[in-house]
């Protein structure tokens, strides 16, 4: 009352006041008395009050009044805000008095504190999944790249190498089939199909590689330890053991020759002609008069 009397209501002065008294009393069933000092409370209520009543008074005129500072009442008044009491009119503030009670400001606050503190660690739990979770796909992803790669290198290996095989494969099937006239199918058949075991080993072990003799080569040297008896003790092959049709066996044919001396042409023939291209060189560098350059055969 004495604080409303300084502020010069008139004659609503009594109505301002007992609307200032109700508004305490409010705030102290809210609980925002507790801990407050009663100048910042009656500061608060005085203001609200003078505007409910159409009074203009500026928290500057309360202040000097009540003698508090301007953020104590701006915080009373904020408090105030937030319980339902402040969303009623004048009319249902002065007639209805509110039964629900509420917590302290403090305790407002520190709630509103927990849950925001609970909300970000549902966030950090939610981030620390989530980066998990995409760790766990970059791995796979990087897996699946690296079999992706091996199994396109081991695919590449087989395609070089049956590349490998058949063009070597067909080489030899024009060095043999187009120009050279085979009169034994047997012999031709038996060369390719040589060739073609060989091919097929590429560059893996072999027999000789490990120091063993396969079984050609073991029968190949028991068909020469019998050959041997047939020598007679100056060294020389008994031809009265042996029968024609035998003898027949181990002599070429004349087509069989030409076949061999045409076959070991075509695949001598880079080597053929480059001896060719070198005699001539030669044969120009003696007409010149230039004197012949020794080679690694001279010495």
């Known amino acids: 009352m004495r604080f409303a009397n300084k502020l010069e209501f008139g004659e609503k002065t009594h109505e301002v006041s007992m609307t200032a008294l109700r508004v305490v009393q409010r705030m102290k069933k809210d609980s925002i008395h507790s801990g407050r000092r009663p100048s910042g409370l009656c500061g608060a209520a005085l203001l609200m009050a003078a505007r409910l009543h159409e009074f203009n008074r500026s928290p500057a005129d309360i202040i000097k009044i009540v003698k508090v500072h301007e953020s104590t009442l701006r915080k009373r008044l904020i408090e105030f805000g937030d319980t339902p009491s402040s969303a009623l009119t004048l009319e249902e503030f002065m007639t209805v008095d509110l039964e629900e009670e509420q917590d302290p400001p403090a305790f407002k606050a520190a709630r509103k504190k927990d849950k925001e503190r609970l909300q970000r660690l549902n966030i950090d739990t939610e981030i620390k999944e989530l980066q998990a979770e995409i760790d766990k796909q970059l791995e796979e992803h990087r897996l699946g790249k690296t079999r992706k790669r091996k199994d396109v290198a081991s695919i590449e290996k087989e395609d070089t190498d049956r590349f490998v095989r058949e063009s070597n494969l067909n080489v030899i099937k024009n060095y043999v089939g187009n120009d050279v006239d085979d009169p034994d199918n047997d012999l031709q058949n038996h060369g390719a199909n040589n060739i073609n075991d060989q091919l097929i080993t590429g560059l ?31 060294g020389e092959i008994d031809v009265a053991d042996f029968d024609d049709e035998e003898l027949d066996s181990y002599i070429m044919s004349e087509k069989e020759a030409q076949f061999k001396h045409n076959l070991w042409n075509k695949v001598n023939a880079e080597y053929l002609i480059q001896q060719k291209e070198k005699e001539e060189r030669r044969q120009k560098e003696k007409e010149e008069g230039k004197p012949e350059k020794k080679t690694t055969a001279d010495y």
């Open 204 to 234: 893996g072990p072999n027999f000789a590689s490990m120091g063993l003799i396969s079984t050609n080569d073991r029968e190949n040297e028991m068909k020469d330890s019998v050959n041997t008896n047939f020598e007679n003790d100056s």
